[in-house]
């Protein structure tokens, strides 16, 4: 009977004495797991595409260096695991958003790739057809603006700048548009219905 309350006394020691040296201490390797998570969230593009919960972990972490300055441990834990959590959420949303962001600009970089094709065919059609060069000019100059705002637009995608190809890609499809139209006016001025 002794032993055993010799035994819970000395567990209890034990717990009082890790939880004081828990308490006693910076957390600074909790700190520092915080400060991995924020890094890998932003190598993840979690500051572009996740910014609030990105903002949120960037700070929850300044808020535990605060707190140790102010030697409150306990509360600089709370905010160092606190943002940890908040930039793993932060990476996984990010790199969601981005993979998102892509899809979608990539199947609009294919649309306006069959246009600008659907465009020169129609050039080359009215070419063929003895289409004066003068009344293609304004099209054909169309045509090759929008050809390299598309290949911008590619380039923009593949450095992960999402919205600056999306207008890019937009130019490009009013361009094209454009081209398209007037091509079928010089090519068709009798108010004939143009070839699809």
Do not use: W
Not at 168 to 194: F, H, M, T, W
């Amino acid at each position: 009977m002794l032993r055993r309350r010799f035994s819970a006394l000395r567990a209890g020691i034990i717990f009082s004495f890790v939880l004081f040296a828990a308490c006693g201490a910076p957390p600074t390797r909790e700190m520092d797991q915080a400060q991995g998570a924020i890094d890998a969230a932003r190598a993840a593009g979690a500051d572009r595409y996740a910014g609030e919960q990105y903002q949120a972990a960037v700070k929850a972490l300044q808020s535990a260096h605060d707190a140790v300055g102010a030697r409150d441990y306990r509360l600089a834990l709370n905010h160092a695991l606190d943002s940890r959590d908040r930039a793993q959420r932060a990476a996984k949303e990010g790199a969601s958003q981005q993979a998102t962001l892509r899809s979608s600009a990539e199947r609009r970089l294919a649309e306006v790739t069959a246009n600008l094709d659907r465009a020169k065919q129609r050039l080359s059609a009215a070419e063929a057809a003895r289409v004066p060069k003068r009344a293609l000019a304004a099209p054909l100059a169309a045509i090759g603006e929008a050809e390299a705002s598309l290949q911008k637009a590619g380039t923009r995608i593949q450095e992960g700048e999402y919205q600056m190809s999306q207008d890019l890609l937009s130019e490009s499809a009013n361009k094209l548009k454009s081209a398209i139209a007037e091509i079928d006016k010089v090519q068709n001025p009798r108010g004939q219905k143009p070839r699809r």
